[in-house]
């Protein structure tokens, strides 16, 4: 057993000035039993607790850790960023290099306007989509989840779906009222809110791979359906992809499913794991922001300079090196193969999804291709799991609705040591 005094003495002191003792409900272990581990430090493909243990991490900081923890070129690179400074409320340069590398790797994003979390670049893009068409409705997607913004928190996936909470209290009934939710991988749901609501809906906000519901893939057509609806009732699609963004391939999403959407937010990824956000798309549509158009939108932190020079340098590795993407998608391929062969050795009542880097065992028999069915899974043997292979080395999410994310830290090695201890597990 590994030990746990640490963190168990952290815990107790943390719920005593953190509400639940975590500044994410996320990192709670409510659903799955237990106490959190507190993270001392990380390299590789490992983490390492206040206690000294070691763990092959399945979580990279929710994604944005795709070159591995701690990597040796980027912390040389903010070393000698944080000389010059932590912030300065000003332009910068490394505001510019940014901007002009991702529109150069993501040709969809012609302009791009940095904010400092994906929870703001969503809500940001919320409103230019509004004030770009006039229209006050969106429409978003059961067990999606696009941050905590009030008018986005309606069946919003993992933390609530963990939770058992459908929303939350403190939103305002009227800061939902032009929030329509349809359902995942359907079409017609969508196409029955555009009938009904017809010339009033300004977007549709879509994770393009649902990765807040474990990882549902989108069905075949579904995504250049929205993109048809869409353009048919003049409605803008914004991709989401705060976690598939340079994750799936280098640009993201709209690349890998060949779709063009028309606004695009971003997470961490791109602050190779600070914290920072960003939305760009379509110079007509990006021309409304502030100051040159009439949606406001500000933030005295955005673009800040250590954030800044962290991304370019992830940014530019995964740009000058796209053999890593093989890398990660062939060892994804090689942990679902893995343990489909377990669930189909020993008639396991478990289905496996995933696409390239991401990966899910839900503890469900039936197909998971939208919100409902993930929550048919059964949340209690998930938390049996998640503590033996928790115990045994493998730092999963500790909830059934959490992606497993694989770095290019992460070895061939790693992988089968995790699905032999899950194999234990199933035995």
């Known amino acids: 057993m590994m030990k746990t005094n640490i963190s168990e003495s952290l815990f107790e002191r943390a719920v005593n000035v953190i509400p639940g003792g975590v500044n994410s409900p996320v990192r709670a272990f409510n659903s799955v039993g237990g106490k959190p581990r507190f993270i001392n430090k990380a390299k590789g493909a490992y983490i390492y607790d206040e ?4 763990y092959i991490d399945y979580i990279g900081s929710w994604g944005p850790m795709i070159i591995g923890h701690n990597d040796d070129r980027v912390i040389e690179a903010v070393k000698k960023q944080m000389e010059n400074g932590l912030s300065y409320g000003a332009a910068t340069k490394l505001e510019v290099e940014m901007a002009e590398l991702i529109t150069e790797i993501v040709p969809c994003v012609e302009m791009i306007r940095m904010v400092n979390s994906g929870t703001e670049a969503v809500m940001s893009a919320i409103r230019l989509a509004r004030g770009f068409t006039g229209r006050d409705k969106i429409v978003k997607f059961e067990g999606c989840y696009h941050g905590h913004a009030d008018a986005l928190l309606v069946k919003a996936g993992s933390g609530v779906m963990t939770e058992g909470v459908p929303g939350s209290r403190g939103v305002p009934a009227g800061c939902v009222n032009d929030t329509l939710t349809a359902v995942y991988n359907d079409l017609n749901s969508v196409e029955a809110l555009f009938n009904e609501y017809k010339n009033k809906i300004a977007c549709i906000i879509v994770e393009p791979v649902a990765a807040n519901m474990g990882v549902v893939v989108p069905n075949k057509g579904f995504l250049q359906g929205l993109r048809k609806l869409c353009d048919e009732n003049n409605a803008l699609l914004i991709f989401d992809e705060v976690i598939t963004g340079f994750r799936l391939k280098l640009d993201g999403a709209s690349g890998y499913f060949n779709i063009t959407p028309d606004i695009v937010t971003y997470g ?6 600070m914290p920072v956000g960003a939305y760009g ?5 990006m021309k409304m922001v502030s100051p040159v158009g009439e ?19 992830q940014l530019s590795i995964l740009k000058e090196n796209p053999d890593i993407y093989d890398k990660i998608n062939s060892l994804g391929i090689k942990l679902r193969n ?25 503890f469900s028999e039936i ?6 069915n993930a929550g048919k899974s ?6 049996k799991y998640f503590n033996y292979m928790l115990n045994n080395g493998n730092y999963l999410g500790p909830s059934q609705f959490e992606a497993m994310f694989i770095s290019a830290a992460h070895t061939k090695e790693q992988i089968e040591k995790t699905i032999s201890d899950c194999e234990n597990y199933f035995k």
């Open 51 to 54: 206690d000294g243990n070691k």
């Open 367 to 372: 197909p998971v291709d939208n919100y409902c």
């Open 338 to 362: 893995g343990i489909k062969n377990i669930i189909d050795k020993y008639n396991i009542a478990c289905t496996v999804n995933g696409i390239g880097s991401l990966s899910c065992l839900y």
């Open 378 to 383: 059964d949340t209690e043997a998930f938390g």
């Open 295 to 313: 949606v406001y939108q500000a933030g005295t932190l955005s673009g800040n300079p250590i954030a800044m020079r962290a991304g370019i340098t």
């Open 268 to 273: 961490k990824i791109i602050g190779g794991g």
């Open 281 to 285: 798309g379509k110079k007509e549509i």
